[in-house]
Structure formats: C-alpha cells, structure tokens
C-alpha cells in the first residue's frame, strides 16, 4: 500500500506546500523548517493549532528560510533529517493504534529530531521543543483527538505570558494525561481559579439553602433559579471560596466544585454515540469521587445537548445518576428556561430542587459593591468613593431598565471606573507603564527583525531583554497596586451620572442638579410654549409631581392622561412639549396613531403575533419601542378610533404599568407618562365657539361648565369605566381666546425673527399685528393651525420675495392697517 493513502488530508497538504516553499527557496532538499511552515500553514489541523497557540510566528519562520538562486527546476527531495522525521511519524501512528498520520504525528517526528537550525528558530521564538512533546503526548493517548486536544491547547495557553484581561476560567492548566473531568470542567475550588473570583456579599440564605441541599442523601441537587444578572454564578463560586476556606459543615469540607464545560463537550463529537461515551466516561469518574459536585451553568442547555438521530441527550443521559444520588449537581438557569425546558419534563425536574434568587433590594446592592470595590480599583487603577456607589445604585435602579441588581449597578460602576481611567491617562503626564509597553512592542519588533536576517544571537539577546522588560512591567503593577487611594483618580457621582446619561439618554442636568427644582418650575416651563391652557398645566404638572416625589404608586406610570378637546388647541403639543421637558427630548416621544388600530387582528402590531401566526417573534411596535425607551411620553392619539380589543391592552399599562407581549416578555411603562388624546364631544365644543371671544367672564365659565358636562357624558359612552377609572386625569382643553391665539402668533412670530436674524435681517411688528393675524386665523374647528398658515401666507411668502429682490435688507416691518397685514 502507498505510505502517502496513509496521511490525513492535512499530513498530505502539509507535505505538498513544504516541498513548494523548498522549491521557490532555490532548495534541493527538503528541510525541516520547510515541513514546520507546511505544517503551520494548514489552519484547523491539529499540528497547527498547536503551533499557533505556542505563539509560533510563521511570518518569521518563512523569511528565515534560506534562499538559493537560481530556484530548482526539479522537485527537491528529502533530507536525511525530514526523512527520519516522517518514519517517526510513521511509526507513532502505528503505536497508538491511529489509523492515519495526521499533522500531529508530523509535527512529533520533527520535534524528536536534533536539527540544529530548527531549534534555534524555536529557542528565537519562546516555543519549548519539550513543552510541545508533551502536550502531543496527551493528543496521542485518546483515541479521539477532541478532549485532549483541548486540554493541550490550555497548557499551551497557560505556559505562554498570560494576559491579565482575559477571563480565569480561560488559563487555567491542566496536567498532561487529563482524565474526563479536567478535561471538560474547571475546578471551582483550585486555588489559581479562586484568586482571580470575587468575593460574595450576601445572600447568607440563598447559600445556607444550597448547603442544606447538597447535605441531602438523595436528590442531593440544588437549582438556583432567577433573572439573568441577579447573581447565581456568584453564589456557587463563594459557596467554593468558603469550601476553600474551611467554612461549611462537614460533609461538604474537601469537596471540589467542577464547572461543567458543556460546549467543550460536546465539540467534535462528529460520530454516533461519541458525545455519549464522553459524558458516560465524565459520569463514570465522578461517581468514583465522592467529593466531586458538578456545576451546570445554564442547566437547561442539557436538554437536548448533544442529540442526533436516533441517540439520547445530556438530560436522559444523566437522570439515573441524579436521582441515586451517585452524582452531586447543582444547575443554575433562568424561571423563564426552566419553564420553557425543564419544567415540562417530570422527571428531570424532580431530579433537582429549587432555589429562588430573588432581586437585592438597594442596601444590599449597595455592601454587594463595595464588597466588589477593591477588585474594580485594583483592575482599573482607580479609587471609587462611597457616594459614586450609592448613586450608581440609586440610579441605577431608577433608569436603567431590562436588566437586574447587582448586574447593573456593577455596569454602571465598571463603565465609570473605566471613563476616569480614560481621562486620567489623556490628562497625566508620562506613564512608566506605559512607557515599557511601547518599549515591548518596539523589542518584539526587533527580534522578528533579527531572525528574518538570520541573526539569531541578536535575536536571543533581545529575548533575554524582553524578559527582564515584563518583569520590570510586573513590579510596576504592583507597586500601583500598594498606592495610597488619595494618589489615584477618584471616581465620583459625576462619573456615575455621565454613566447613566450615556446609557438612558436622561439629561445630565437632570441628573446632575436633581428633579426638585424642575418639578417646582415644572408648570412655569410648560406655560412658556403652551398658551391658554392653565388648568390642564396644572392638573399634569401635579400628577407628574406625586410621582417624581414617591408619593404615587411606583407599579404605575409615572402619570396617565386623558386629553379631550376640538382640534388645535394643544392636546398633541403638550404630549411633545412634555417629552421634551421631562425627559430630555422630544425623541422621548412615543407617537400612535389610533385610527391605524380599528381593526381587532392590529393588536398583533402592538404586542407582537401570537406564536404560529405569521410574524411570530417579528418586532412589537409598542413593546419594542417602550423597552429602547422606557423614560418616554407614549402618546396614543385620537384612542377613541381603536378597536375595542386593543383598548383591553391600556388596562393592564395603567394599572401595573407593565405589558406583556406574544413572546411572553414584558416592557415597563413605569417610567413613562401615558396620555391619549380623542376628539370627542367636537359638537359642543363648535356650536359653543363664541364663547372664546365671550367678554363676560361669569356666563363664558358657565357655558363652558356646560359643555365639559356634555363631553364627559360621551366619553362614559364611548370608553368603558374600567378604563376611565384607571386615568390618573381626564382634562378637557378650552377653547382658544382671540388674546390666547394672538399670543401663539407673537410666539411663532419670534421664532420667524430668529431665522431671518441668522441672515442678518432684522423683524419688527408690533402688538396690532399680533391681533390681526389672530383675527384672520380664527377657526373653530381648526385652532391654532391656522395661525401658522396665516403667518405663511401674509408675511413668509413677502419677506421671502424681499429677500431675493434684495440681496440682504438689514429691516423688515409689518404692520397691520384695518385689518390688513403689510411687510415694508
């Protein structure tokens, strides 16, 4: 048979591309630095991986290869290194009963070979030709390449310079010979792991609960249930730090916590019944040792993990063990999770017992972060007071929706521990850390410089500099770790606040001067861009007050509004108006149009379709855009053209403050101010008209008490009271006054003035103008629009046709004359 049927389409690759770099080198043997490159340059092969994760630089490697001229006509052939090197690998094949040679056994073969070349090549670069030996020691020793392949990948990971940022759980190092569980788990309770987990704060019941548990002689397994961020992670790894100290009971002492690593696991799993024999050999050990307690993070990733066709999964797999109790457990995942996958399967759900991990209420959100704090100053560099965590909680809380304490107090903490960190490096002077990176950086250039020439003392000098320059960058570490926390950037509220601003799109000067003195001006801000409308000023401003000051209900809107009235009085300007006062913006507004919604199948559109409709799981025109918003004013106009169906949705937004769409989410309204606008009761309103221009101000308030009687009796008709009794209030806009339409036109027209003084024109009019323009612009069935058409038609369109006859006039005038409106 032909050696070459032998090799794996990678070992073959690998062989083809060395003899093309021999080749185009001008070479007429095959070298091993050319079987190394070849070897290195098939990507997803094991040799390689394995090269790559020993940092091997095959750029380097490549433009060290000598270069004869002229390049060979004729195919170059093995040298007597290269050769020997294939027979080993040949042979370690046949040892370990594989049935093909793979860029594995290659690279073995050649790491077994003295080749003087090669080797310092390797020495140049950091690459242990000994390290590597072992690490393809524990590949061979399986018969499938998958776990130890992993776990050699670690060691290589674990023996190279370790990068501070990176995740614990990602270095730690396994030892070669790995069985199943060190393979396919992290133990919790290994001391490298256990320096770089944070300490746990509380939460004395949940752990106490968890212990009573695992003490159990039969389904001896905890679940701990609860909202992502909420801490259920956190609880199982100080459940391991306190094991670690010798503080538990002691049946639990010398028991090792191991983190299951399900991916891990189930990867490369290619053939039946492979993912099945790996978690049978997993279980298997784990039954043999007592003192192991499997973690699941995510339990109900089991179900269903690692099925095919005709083959059983995770779940099945491990259900005798859990109940006999020959495997300890303890899983963690979400209510909504375990609804959706464990809870409609019995028997696993029998197999473990429930513990809730409920919300931290602020206080012990607040001792959680500054459990946390010393962590975050040592990792950032900075010294974080105790007001920027207080506000970080409170904030937080208030803002900051769709996530759970402490996950986003710490969110919070972290992103302005980093923005301080930012500025403290833009505005300080020069960093001896710093500095030694950059220094770094310029060194690993020039030893990759040094070995493309062929200068290899040069090159290992370099390398003996770089050494003494990352422990010189470790004493520095250190010594800004023991520095004093008045020497440090200080993380204030400002920080905290510019957090939030950034994340909620609140007003920082909000946040920064607080809501007192808004909510005292509150009415004065509204009144100065909504004219004739004082009563229903007052009736918001009042509502938004009790529940700005937590006198109101927190489990409802921040206020709920019914806004009735002919057309053009402001009903729809108010909802804007306020968006932009309260909320920073008039993209605070959340606009429906109701007239779209008078069918009953549009309640889809608003909550999402029902599941096996189309456009199940599609975006909810409401839900979505109240959760990207959840401080908004959300406006439904004119309510009073919606089906009736999609009415029934306000009763559960006005009297919890919550929905719930299709998918089963919910999107909080309790930081929004809700407020509908309907047209009803227009008749009364136009046939009463005069009394806007009414002198006689007992018989105007009489008739108008009138027809605020007449308009209530219709809204009892058209809206049930099951709605109307959940409105905070029901606000009836007067009609506008010819003064009140005057002012309107003053105010539009100061907004003209400033547009024509940015073009350096100047507009002057006086009161009798103000007058006319309202005189003309009076409508009762249309308000105040017809003001800014007036003000279009008699003075925009003249100032327009005067401002291209002249190039720029520095004055413009209007003024009215019997009811006749001139520009000059």
């Not at 005798?320 to 020959?326: D, F």
């Not at 920082?508 to 009415?523: F, H, K």
């Not at 103000?770 to 308000?783: L, M, N």
Request: charged share 25%; proline share 5%; hydrophobic share 40%.
């Amino acid at each position: 048979m032909d050696i070459l049927e032998k090799f794996s389409t990678h070992g073959r690759a690998a062989l083809r591309q060395a003899f093309l770099l021999s080749r185009e080198c001008g070479s007429l043997t095959v070298e091993p630095e050319h079987l190394l490159c070849g070897i290195a340059l098939q990507r997803g092969s094991i040799g390689a991986e394995m090269l790559a994760k020993a940092n091997l630089n095959i750029q380097t490697i490549q433009q060290a290869l000598p270069t004869q001229s002229p390049k060979a006509i004729l195919l170059p052939r093995l040298s007597e290194t290269s050769r020997r090197s294939l027979e080993r690998a040949t042979l370690l094949s046949s040892r370990f009963g594989h049935r093909y040679i793979g860029t594995e056994h290659l690279l073995a073969g050649l790491l077994e070979q003295s080749a003087g070349r090669l080797e310092r090549l390797l020495a140049v670069q950091g690459v242990s030709r000994e390290q590597l030996r072992d690490r393809l020691g524990v590949v061979f020793k399986s018969t499938t390449k998958f776990p130890e392949l992993a776990e050699a990948l670690d060691i290589m990971s674990g023996s190279a310079h370790e990068d501070e940022g990176m995740p614990a759980t990602t270095r730690v190092a396994a030892k070669p010979g790995a069985s199943p569980l060190t393979s396919y788990a992290i133990e919790l309770t290994d001391d490298v792991v256990q320096r770089r987990i944070d300490p746990l704060i509380g939460r004395e019941s949940e752990v106490e609960r968890l212990v009573q548990i695992l003490c159990r002689r039969t389904k001896n397994n905890p679940l701990l249930l609860g909202d992502p961020g909420v801490g259920k992670t956190a609880i199982v790894e100080g459940l391991a730090k306190k094991i670690v100290q010798g503080d538990v009971p002691d049946p639990l002492r010398r028991r090792h916590i191991w983190q299951l690593d399900l991916g891990l696991l189930v990867a490369g799993s290619s053939y039946r019944g492979e993912f099945e024999q790996r978690l049978k050999l997993l279980l298997a050990e784990i039954r043999h040792r007592p003192d192991v307690i499997l973690f699941i993070d995510e339990l109900h990733a089991i179900v269903g993990a690692g099925s095919a066709s005709g083959s059983m999964d995770a779940a099945n797999l491990m259900k005798p063990a859990l109940a006999r109790g020959e495997v300890r457990c303890i899983g963690a995942t979400t209510q909504e999770d375990y609804k959706r996958h464990v809870e409609h399967d019995a028997a696993l759900e029998r197999r473990f017992q429930p513990i809730l991990v409920r919300q931290p209420d602020q206080r012990q959100t607040v001792a959680i972060l500054r459990g946390l704090r010393p962590s975050y100053e040592r990792f950032h560099g900075v010294a974080i007071t105790d007001d920027a965590i207080s506000a970080a909680v409170q904030l937080a809380d208030r803002y900051v929706m769709g996530k759970a304490q402490p996950d986003k107090s710490i969110d919070v903490l972290d992103e302005a521990s980093a923005i301080r960190k930012i500025a403290s490096v833009k505005t300080g002077g020069r960093d001896p850390l710093r500095t030694a990176e950059q220094q770094l950086d310029e060194l690993l250039a020039g030893k990759q410089r040094a070995v493309a020439e062929e200068r290899f003392e040069d090159a290992l000098q370099l390398r003996d500099h770089e050494a003494r320059l990352r422990t010189k960058m470790t004493r520095l570490k250190e010594r800004r770790a023991q520095l004093p926390p008045t020497a440090l950037p200080r993380v204030t509220v400002a920080d905290v606040h510019a957090v939030i601003a950034k994340m909620t799109g609140v007003q920082l000067a909000v946040l920064r001067t607080g809501e007192r003195q808004q909510l005292r001006r509150l009415e004065r801000q509204l009144g100065e861009r909504i004219a004739g409308q004082t009563e229903a000023l007052r009736k918001v401003a009042q509502v938004i007050r009790r529940a700005k000051t937590g006198v109101a209900s927190v489990r409802r809107p921040l206020g709920s509004f019914l806004f009735l009235g002919p057309s053009g009085v402001g009903k729809t300007e108010l909802a804007r108006v306020l968006a932009d006062t309260v909320f920073g913006g008039v993209d605070a507004l959340v606009r429906l149009d109701m007239s779209e919604f008078a069918e009953p199948f549009t309640v889809s559109r608003l909550i999402g379709a029902p599941a096996g409709y189309v456009g199940y799981r599609d975006s909810a025109q409401l839900t979505d855009l109240v959760r990207k918003r959840p401080h908004s004013v959300v406006l439904f106009d004119e309510v009073e053209k919606a089906h009736p169906q999609v009415l029934t949705l306000l009763l559960q937004i006005l009297e919890d403050g919550i929905l719930t769409d299709a998918t089963g989410k919910t999107a909080s309204f309790r930081n929004a101010v809700v407020i509908m606008t309907a047209n009803l009761g227009t008749e009364e309103f136009l046939q009463q008209a005069a009394i806007g221009f009414d002198d006689r101000q007992a018989e105007h308030e009489e008739r108008f008490a009138a027809v605020q009687q007449a308009v209530l009796a219709t809204v009892a008709q058209e809206f049930p009271p099951e709605l109307l009794n959940r409105i905070d209030q029901t606000i009836i806009f007067n009609p506008l006054s010819l003064p009140t339409i005057a002012h309107i036109a003053h105010r539009q027209l100061q907004e003209l003035a400033a547009r024509l003084k940015e073009q350096g024109t100047q507009l002057r009019w006086g009161p009798a103008v103000c007058r006319a323009i309202a005189q003309a612009s009076f409508s009762p069935d249309q308000g105040a629009r017809a003001v800014r058409r007036t003000i279009q038609d008699l003075v925009e369109t003249p100032a327009a046709e005067r401002l291209l006859r002249q190039r720029r006039p520095p004055r413009l005038t209007i003024r009215a004359r019997g009811g006749v409106i001139t520009l000059s």
